[in-house]
């Protein structure tokens, strides 16, 4: 009798751990910067972001759940400024119990209601305990308040999917930009919201820095592009790119900023205007505010 409640107490364990917690957005995407005060000039003084300071690393208030972090270029210095992208859910603890059962290594193990964990390629995606949503106010010169979706350069698409289709469940949503005959970008949506992913793939082996940064990027979500074409314009962007939009493959009116590091700023309509190219799209778009 004894032996087989430990056996029930252990199948409910298991069954527990395969079922998968929300996964409900983006939290943050944090940035490396070899000159702090130059990147406090572009993302606050341009972009428009309230900052805030939290264990040596700046912090960009983009919404009540949403925000930019910047954190000190580490020595050696790495080949990507991308440092960690970070995803909500609504219970980590559980989510670290189920990717422990799924035998992915737990790297940074949870405290304070976050936990970490390296993609196959090796990229650093974090966990965040998702709080009740907050009447705290963000900055009114923001030239956007969605952080949407974040996109790095993939060379092994088979083991990205393996963890952030199979394990994670992020739905296929998008792809397109076909180069001889190969796909460039493939996009995943989480697998309980509306952002998501994005697989830059069949880049040169060696990518200049502009390249690189180009490609592992963040997205700043807009309903009218004219409206954060006016915010940075009150906010003393310079340069032609500041004005400069453009219609993307997926059929939606883009604008892309550099930061002094060359991560690529990509402000985005939510919804498309013009024609998609490649494939449809098999998910709902986001929107400026969003119930996690």
């Known amino acids: 009798m004894k032996k087989a409640a430990v056996l029930l107490c252990l199948l409910a364990t298991f069954a527990y751990a395969q079922k998968r ?44 759940s949403q925000w930019l972090e910047v954190a000190p270029l580490p020595s050696p210095a790495p080949q990507s400024r991308i440092a960690a992208i970070a995803f909500t859910t609504r219970n980590a603890r559980a989510l670290e119990r189920y990717l422990k059962a799924h035998a992915v ?25 998702q709080r009740r949503a907050s009447s705290k106010a963000v900055s009114p010169h923001a030239a ?44 995943s949506q989480v697998p309980d919201g509306t952002d998501w992913i994005e697989y830059m793939l069949n880049r040169s082996p060696n990518p200049s820095p502009h390249s690189l940064g180009s490609m592992n990027h963040f997205s700043l979500g807009v309903a009218q592009m004219s409206d954060a074409v006016q915010a940075l314009a009150r906010n003393n962007c310079k340069g032609p790119a500041c004005s400069k939009t453009q219609m993307g493959r997926d059929g939606k009116v883009q604008l892309n900023l550099f930061d002094p590091d060359l991560t690529r700023v990509e402000f985005m309509e939510f919804k498309p205007s013009g024609p998609i190219c490649c494939s449809p799209f098999t998910g709902p778009p986001p929107a400026e505010s969003e119930n996690r």
Do not use: C
């Open 105 to 129: 290594a737990i790297d940074q193990p949870l405290d304070d209601g976050s936990f970490g964990v390296h993609d196959p390629e090796g990229h650093l995606v974090l966990f965040v305990q």
């Open 144 to 187: 956007a308040r969605r952080i949407i979706h974040t996109g790095f350069w993939v060379h092994d698409r088979a083991a990205e999917d393996h963890f952030w289709r199979e394990i994670l469940g992020f739905r296929p949503l998008w792809f397109g930009g076909q180069h001889d005959g190969d796909i460039d970008y493939v996009s």
């Open 21 to 64: 917690p929300a996964i409900t957005g983006i939290a943050f995407v944090r940035m490396y910067a070899a000159d702090p005060a130059a990147s406090t000039a572009f993302y606050q003084t341009e972009l428009g972001f309230d900052r805030s300071t939290k264990d040596g690393i700046a912090r960009y208030a983009v919404n009540d």
